[in-house]
Every structure is written in structure tokens, then in C-alpha cells.
């Protein structure tokens, strides 16, 4: 049973234009949410997180939005560019001490020249 | 470099072979984890260890058996594998605290069992 659900495997962007990745969470008891880039051959790198306390976080070209009564997440990059093209994981966690890390199975960006 | 070390990258091994897996975080964290990555799944955590005591095991096979000897070393011990166990494999760190923490990984090993 997954907690935490990317329907999409794979998603097509033009260069320059926004990219928006989605994430849906079936555990209300999750309190933290990221995000993670992963290029092939190579571990995931933490890209952003958030916490349920907020409903948006930007960091340069990233934003992430939580909508906690949908239990859903997404991240948009703006303006996407060629070094995008990775696999995007949504992941999230508890708030507490001891909480592990779920993750989706990602979505596979490609940006378009 | 993130931070998080993992050799071998690349590891083919047989059935009856014995070989582990080494993870060396300097980050000066206290939690570490092994997953493991198969196509089309989403990541698995296996096991957690969270100052150097292990907190957490997914229903993994005894065939792999986890070692921390300490904060900074993380070991896969791997035996009598078999061909479905073939997968990328990761170490990941963290600092233990409440509010919230990221992981970080290394690159992974990818493990292929013939």
C-alpha cells in the first residue's frame, strides 16, 4: 500500500516554461514533506522540503505547495531548464525524532529544447 | 561530493558469493539508512540505525545483514543472494532531531547477481 503516490512516471516540459510535479499522500499523521532530484548513476539529491505549519516554500526557481485538506503536494520549477531533466521524488515523514522517510516513485522530467 | 560515501559503484556478484557494502558519511550525522532501489518501485527503505542501534528493519531477508560500527560507517553484508536482488542500492544520512530532517546519499552501488 503506498503512502505516498506520483502518478505521473514521466512528464514532458518545454525549455523555459513552468514544470509542475505532483505528489498524493494517504498518511494525515505525515508532517513533513521533500523533495528530491536524482540524475542517473547518481544518488537523490535533497532538492526542498516543507512543513505542514506552511501551504508554500520557494527556493530560487523551486516552489513547493501543500494542500493539506487534499493531502496532496507539488513542486514547480520556473523557468525549467535542460539541467532538470532528472527523476523528481516526493518524499515525506513525521514530524517526530524517530519518523522514517517515504518515498514515491518518482517522475521522470524531460525538458525540451 | 555530498558527503556520503558508498563503494564499490558497481558490484556483479553470484549466487553463492559473499561481498558487502560500504557507506562512510562526514556530515557529522547520527541516523543512517540502506535503500534499496528496483525499476519501476519506489524506494525501499531497509534499515535504519539511529545512534549506531538499529531502530528499523523493513522485513528484509536475512541474506543481507546490516553492520554500523559506528556514526560514521555503514555495512551491507550480502549472502546467497538471488538474481531479484539485483537493484541500486543506497546509503543515506541524517541528523536526528524532531521538526522535520532531510536525508542525504551517497551515489549507490549497483548490484547486479548472476
Known amino acids: 500500500d503506498q503512502q505516498v503516490k506520483q502518478n505521473s512516471p514521466s512528464l514532458s516540459v518545454q525549455e523555459g516554461r513552468i514544470s509542475i510535479l505532483n505528489c498524493d499522500y494517504t498518511n494525515s499523521m505525515f508532517d513533513y514533506f521533500l523533495w528530491y532530484k536524482k540524475y542517473p548513476a547518481e544518488g537523490p539529491t535533497f532538492l526542498i522540503s516543507i512543513s505542514s505549519i506552511k501551504d508554500k516554500n520557494e527556493d530560487g526557481r523551486f516552489t513547493v505547495f501543500l494542500n493539506k485538506s487534499a493531502k496532496h503536494l507539488s513542486l514547480h520549477i520556473v523557468p525549467s531548464q535542460p539541467g532538470d531533466s532528472a527523476v523528481y521524488f516526493c518524499a515525506a515523514s513525521g514530524m517526530e525524532r524517530d519518523d522514517k522517510i517515504i518515498f514515491g516513485k518518482g517522475t521522470r522530467l524531460h525538458i525540451l529544447p | 561530493e555530498t558527503g556520503v560515501t558508498q563503494t564499490p559503484r558497481h558490484l556483479v556478484m553470484g549466487m553463492t558469493n559473499k561481498k558487502s557494502l560500504k557507506c562512510e558519511q562526514h556530515l557529522g550525522h547520527n541516523a543512517m539508512y540502506w535503500y534499496k532501489q528496483s525499476a519501476k518501485k519506489p524506494l525501499e527503505l531497509m534499515f535504519v540505525?539511529?545512534?549506531?542501534?538499529?531502530?528499523e528493519n523493513n522485513s528484509v531477508p536475512s541474506r543481507f545483514s546490516p553492520e554500523c560500527p559506528n556514526s560514521s560507517h555503514l555495512f551491507l553484508h550480502l549472502h546467497t543472494l538471488q538474481p531479484e536482488d539485483s537493484a541500486l542500492y543506497l546509503c543515506?544520512?541524517?541528523?536526528?532531531?524532531?521538526?522535520?530532517?532531510?536525508?542525504?546519499f551517497g551515489q549507490g552501488t549497483r548490484l547486479t547477481v548472476v
Open positions: 540505525y539511529s545512534l549506531e542501534e538499529r531502530v
Open positions: 543515506a544520512s541524517s541528523a536526528i532531531r524532531a521538526g522535520g530532517t532531510e536525508a542525504f
